[in-house]
């Protein structure tokens, strides 16, 4: 009887072959135009998320204890060996470089500006951030003692170009100031104003020397195999780590403002779906009612010759289900095509700045099957969900009511 | 019940129907004691606006009176409501209606066989007896075909098959032959008397129609709302 009822229901889904397909495409667009409104989130958020890991921050961070609020030069990584040594055989730890930081001023002939200063292990550095990628003239890090890499706006305001010679004086751990000289050996343009205009990359080694650290060092940037998992807070790693006065951090702690911005995408989404979903309910509901109206006298002989009250419900809302299942199969292709051919091209946002990061690469879509499978699914249920009011409806009819009034 | 009613298949006690037509009470059916024996093969006439198709409704339980009672193969049927009073027209009565009887998504055969696939009748047996009525109906090799696909006449028979596909006690014809022409009227009425005759079958007809008046065994005339009389067949033949 279910089945049959099933077969019965969707002949009738076909009756208005017109209303249907109308129906279809409308929920089937709402369908195919969130799927693509998720695919370009999670492309922009994939975009964020590398725009504020892969040039520089790494995904997790270990510092001394209280290293990031007062950035006290004489507070570097403790047990530095140690760590170094287990990050070394942990399998979840991709790279990691160690980092020396502290603010100092770097003068030029002809300009002084305040700077961080930034010790860069020129070996390890290269798996965990984009610097030397981002060289655009010059050379990167070689381990001479001599050598600088500045970003493109600092050599700009500093009027400075390969080769010529820098100075910079820094505040040593024993309070007294050191200075030492530079010949700038390259020039990076990472598209970040923090790294361009305000930092100066050099050997960390020579770095230590001039503040006085020896081997310490305030910083160590890892890359894990996936940034989602720096949002794990069952990891081992944090434990392991967060030892001995230091503390491990993950990219959304380090940059809670992009972190925020994450959240508010997965609101936004949550919002439109909303009102896509309510919209597509009042659409299916005023569809079925329709065909619920004309097909009054037939539905009232369908109660005369016994059927059941339930029985004709549960038909209007098979009917629901299959509309459903048409707009779902409509907004699968639709959505999925749209993400296919924008996958491949992308989406140009022409270099804007949001929350600080600049989208200077073309955005390109991406479907995350993980979360993606709540759209059809829900479209499913809400429109036979949306079923259930006409189906009451048409269920309640008194039969010799609805054929006097149908004739 | 008394033992009166035993050969009866409808007995009404004092029905009345009144409407509320915009706050105006319409009296469309005032207290009509009736009975229907079995095997009768009987029209209810008159006037538009009589009462015909309500007092129809009220004893097939697909309306419920605002007095009185109606007893249908010997159960009350008038204090039924819901699944109860669906399962028992489902049971006990065919229904054969002036057009639009079909349901238009579903074949012949499926049409047919819709009342036994609610009754849950196996999928072999009702073939059998689709096609055992469909036959005696002279419609067997167009079963498959699509209700839009038929004549009137043919949708017409196909309802007949319909209704006493599942053996009811009765089979209630309002107007069966309104969209019809004379000539398929009266193949139409010749088929169900013989299968009256033929089965034993009780059938009640509300009815304008003089081809349906000529072939009754009983007329029955309806007027105001009341029984005014009996009419004899032979005056309309």
């Known amino acids: ?407 | 019940m008394d033992n009166d009613m035993r050969d009866d298949v409808i007995v009404t006690e004092g029905v009345e129907k009144t409407y509320d037509d915009s706050g105006v009470p319409v009296h469309a059916v005032r207290g009509i004691d009736y009975r229907l024996s079995k095997g009768e093969f009987t029209a209810i006439i008159g006037p538009s606006g009589s009462g015909k198709t309500t007092f129809l409704n009220l004893m097939a339980g697909l309306d419920t009176p605002t007095e009185g009672k109606v007893w249908l193969s010997g159960r009350l049927i008038s204090d039924m409501s819901g699944r109860e009073l669906s399962d028992f027209r489902r049971d006990n009565i065919g229904f054969i209606f002036q057009a639009y009887n079909l349901f238009p998504v579903l074949t012949v055969e499926e049409n047919v066989e819709y009342i036994m696939l609610l009754q849950g009748v196996p999928g072999k047996e009702r073939h059998d007896r689709v096609m055992g009525i469909l036959e005696k109906v002279g419609l067997a090799d167009l079963s498959g075909r699509l209700p839009l696909k038929l004549s009137g006449g043919q949708q017409q028979r196909v309802a007949v098959a319909r209704a006493m596909v599942s053996d009811p006690s009765l089979v209630i014809a309002d107007e069966p032959t309104a969209n019809l022409d004379s000539a398929t009227s009266g193949e139409l009425l010749d088929m169900m008397r013989q299968l009256n005759e033929d089965t034993g079958m009780t059938f009640l007809f509300s009815t304008h129609d003089e081809i349906v008046m000529e072939r009754a065994r009983k007329i029955v005339v309806l007027r105001d709302g009341r029984i005014d009389g009996n009419a004899d067949p032979k005056d309309f033949q």
């Open chain 1, 1 to 407: 009887m279910f089945l049959r009822m099933l077969k019965f229901s969707w002949r009738n889904v076909w009756r208005n072959a017109r209303r249907t397909v109308i129906t279809g495409l409308a929920v089937g667009f709402g369908l195919a135009s969130l799927l693509f409104t998720e695919g370009l989130m999670q492309g922009m958020t994939d975009h964020m998320v590398d725009a504020t890991t892969d040039p520089w921050m790494g995904d997790v961070q270990i510092h001394r204890e209280g290293f990031l609020d007062t950035r006290q030069l004489e507070l570097t990584v403790n047990r530095p060996g140690e760590v170094m040594d287990s990050l070394s055989g942990d399998s979840l730890v991709q790279a990691f470089t160690p980092r020396i930081l502290s603010p100092a001023s770097l003068s030029s002939a002809r300009e002084l500006k305040p700077v961080t200063l930034i010790g860069v292990d020129g070996r390890s550095d290269p798996g965990v951030t984009m610097l030397r990628a981002a060289i655009d003239t010059g050379s990167y890090l070689s381990g001479d003692s001599m050598e600088i890499i500045l970003g493109h706006r600092l050599a700009e305001d500093l009027e400075v170009e390969l080769g010529d010679v820098l100075v910079i004086t820094a505040a040593g751990t024993d309070s007294g100031l050191a200075s030492s000289m530079f010949l700038l050996s390259g020039i990076c343009n990472f598209g970040s104003e923090q790294l361009d205009r305000y930092s100066a990359f050099v050997n960390i080694r020579t770095a230590g020397d001039l503040l006085d650290l020896g081997d310490g060092f305030h910083e160590i940037a890892m890359v894990l195999p996936d940034p989602e998992l720096a949002r794990d807070t069952s990891l081992s790693l944090w434990d392991r780590y967060s030892a001995h006065g230091n503390s491990a951090l993950g990219w959304t702690d380090l940059s809670p403002q992009i972190s925020s911005m994450l959240d508010l995408v997965n609101i936004s989404m949550l919002i439109m779906s909303a009102i896509l979903f309510g919209l597509v309910i009042f659409g299916i509901v005023n569809s079925l009612f329709m065909s619920v109206y004309e097909r009054m006298f037939e539905l009232g002989i369908m109660k005369a010759v016994g059927t059941r009250p339930g029985t004709i419900g549960a038909m209007v809302v098979m009917e629901a289900f299959w509309l459903g299942l048409i707009s779902t199969v409509i907004g699968l292709v639709l959505g999925i095509l749209l993400i296919w051919i924008t996958s491949g091209t992308g989406i140009s946002f022409g270099e804007i700045e949001f929350s600080g990061i600049t989208f200077s690469r073309p955005i390109y879509p991406d479907i995350d099957p993980g979360r993606a499978w709540m759209y059809p699914v829900f479209t499913i249920l809400l429109v036979g969900l949306a079923g259930i009011f006409p189906g009451i409806h048409a269920a309640r009819q008194n039969p010799a009511e609805s054929m006097r009034r149908s004739l």
